[in-house]
Nanobody, 114 residues
């Protein structure tokens, strides 16, 4: 199993970024995918989840209404569209799948300047 995130960067408050996570090594369309993030000095926290076929999504209260998780099962890729970014969104963002065990990507850094 391999998860490779991309799309992070530096943006100003109010800006947008779109993260991607390219997956391989498992039955992508049969598994729920999640995004997590970890800010400096804080524990890793769940951000959003999407069901195998994309019909069900859930979000942490802190990002609800600003972030959108989606997936393209033909491309084995899950996305996180992040709008109205705030400095508190600064973190390393990780893609996650539970496939017999936990798998994490290497993370992509998102920095939001005030």
């Amino acid at each position: 199993v391999q998860l490779v995130e991309s799309g992070g960067g530096l943006v100003h408050t109010g800006g947008s970024l779109r993260l991607s996570c390219a997956a391989s090594g498992f039955a992508f369309s049969r598994n729920e995918l999640k995004w997590y993030r970890q800010a400096p000095g804080k524990e890793r926290e769940w951000v959003a989840s999407i069901s195998p076929l994309g019909g069900g999504t859930n979000y942490a209260d802190s990002v609800k209404g600003r972030f959108t998780i989606s997936r393209d099962n033909a491309k084995n890729t899950v996305y996180l569209q992040m709008n109205s970014l705030e400095p508190d969104d600064t973190a390393v963002y990780y893609c996650y799948v539970r496939y017999f065990r936990d798998y994490w990507g290497q993370g992509t850094q998102v920095t939001v300047s005030s």
